[in-house]
């Protein structure tokens, strides 16, 4: 059962009576209404009242709501204001521009403006590599969208994408040092989304491209690997891949299984499925069988485009067809990155002995965990709430470290692979078990672990 969480937190300021059980009052309507109270502050008193702020977490914005609605009905309670916490983190914005160098008199300026800056705006003209060692693109990535797929709440365009992309940018800016800067785009016409990052990338040392939706996210990054000298990572594909690899790496160390004996079953085959199986490859698995809306994805099936006929020409051995509890049937591995709720622990008991359950989807994974646990012997999710959450924050920091430290031009299938290893090596093997096969997101050995892992395989 969900619990509620610190994305669903409010501060209720209230007026109560003086009186010695107010403060029990109060934190008992709060738990009748199923909130749970993180924090008590007494902001002002008088001799007929007290202002409280009463901090709590909900399961929902409704459940928000119901908990205000509880308090309001409390004798001598008045309600003055209600504040989502969550939004009160996003007011003007998580990020901003700050100067690395003093403007203190005249001579800074003239060092770091004008007159000085024209000589080193010559010598990068001269040589333009110099760039990467004279101005911000040295340490600077673009976080690129065009609005289309936002999280998994769909198409809500350029400006409803942004705070998703100031979180990214804070995140590079947290594990890895990256100065990121959103660059939300107002069109998703193919080519003009390509045209764009052309026009932009001199600035930037890496883009990284996000919330786009497939089978239009494969095209884009493909051509703009072709086109532009710095790396181009699609985040919801070869983030999403790298941390899988690396959290089935260590779960298969638990149950003792090597990948190339097992079953692996991916259910969604969009941006992120695409790219987990397409990694997975890399290792040779037993078989891997891709499962979509539509079922198994297999080489005789009618209306494949070709994103899923790639994928149908180098998977499912035997050409099964069918359905996703079908795929189940005698398969170690079930990655999940699709929808929420399609199987319970039945299916999971149709599964190979010591099943490792992999349900990604977020804020619902496609089976309840408590379910899969029923059956599986490793079981993760994308959740912040269970063990072993699968989180791209694990990769996405130190990948980009490591690419601009190495001054990439490119990103290869190697580079991936080795991030994927300094994370899954990152717990070692006395911390080892079927409840830490990665580590946590706050882990801050893992960044550098990552970007050391992609400088070698980027100089190799």
């Given amino acids: ?8 937190s409010i501060t209720v300021r209230l007026e109560a009576p003086p009186s010695a059980s107010a403060a029990g009052d109060l934190t008992s309507a709060v738990g009748r209404a199923g909130g749970v109270i993180t924090a008590f502050d007494v902001v002002e008193s008088h001799n007929d009242r007290v202002v409280i702020d009463l901090t709590c977490n909900a399961l929902s914005a409704n459940h928000a709501k119901d908990i205000t609605d509880t308090l309001e009905t409390l004798p001598g309670i008045v309600v003055r204001k209600v504040s989502d916490r969550t939004f009160l983190v996003h007011l003007g914005g998580k990020i901003e521009i700050s100067s690395k160098v003093p403007l203190r008199n005249r001579d800074d300026l003239s060092r770091a403006y004008t007159p000085g800056v024209a000589r080193v705006c010559e010598a990068i003209a001269k040589n333009p590599d110099d760039a990467r060692r004279l101005t911000i693109k040295r340490n600077t990535v673009a976080v690129v969208t065009d609005g ?6 769909g198409n809500l365009g350029p400006a409803a994408a942004l705070p998703v992309m100031e979180g990214k940018a804070a995140l590079f800016k947290k594990f890895a040092g990256v100065d990121a ?3 939300c785009l107002d069109t998703q016409d193919t080519e003009e989304i390509i045209r764009a990052v052309e026009l932009i990338a001199p600035v930037y040392g890496g883009i990284n491209l996000e919330d786009i939706s497939a089978p239009r996210c494969f095209e884009i990054e493909a051509r703009l690997r072709e086109k532009l000298d710095i790396p181009v990572f699609h985040d919801d594909q070869h983030g999403t891949a790298i941390v899988v690899v690396a959290a089935l790496r260590n779960a298969l160390r638990v149950v003792n299984k090597d990948i190339k004996d097992c079953r692996i079953t991916v259910c969604g085959v969009g941006a992120a499925g695409s790219a987990i199986i397409r990694l997975l490859q890399a290792q040779t698995p037993g078989d891997i069988i891709a499962v979509d809306v539509d079922g198994i994805v297999h080489r005789d099936r009618p209306g494949l485009d070709s994103n899923l006929k790639s994928i149908a020409a180098s998977t499912n051995k035997d050409n099964q067809s069918g359905r996703l509890h079908d795929a189940l ?3 170690d591995v079930f990655i999940g ?3 929420p709720n399609l199987f319970g622990a ?3 008991a149709t599964m190979a002995k010591d099943a490792i359950v992999f349900a990604l989807a977020n804020p619902d994974p496609e089976i309840d965990p408590m379910e899969a646990q029923q059956h599986a012997a490793v079981v993760a999710t994308g959740r ?3 063990p072993n959450q699968i989180n791209n924050v694990l990769a996405f ?3 980009f470290r490591g690419l601009l430290d190495a001054h990439a031009k490119t990103i290869t299938d190697a580079m991936l692979l080795a991030a994927a290893a300094a994370i899954a090596d990152v717990v070692d093997g006395d911390r080892l078990n079927a409840s830490f096969i990665v580590p946590s997101v706050f882990d801050n050995t893992v960044a550098p672990a990552v970007a050391e892992a992609v400088r070698k395989a980027a100089a190799s």
């Fill in 337 to 339: 990155v699709s929808a």
């Fill in 384 to 386: 912040s709430d269970f």
């Fill in 1 to 8: 059962m969900p619990v509620p969480g610190p994305g669903y």
């Fill in 329 to 331: 049937v005698g398969s």
């Fill in 181 to 183: 800067w959103p660059v």
């Fill in 346 to 348: 039945d299916q999971v």
């Fill in 397 to 399: 920091p130190g990948v």
């Fill in 148 to 153: 289309s797929a936002v999280l998994g709440l």
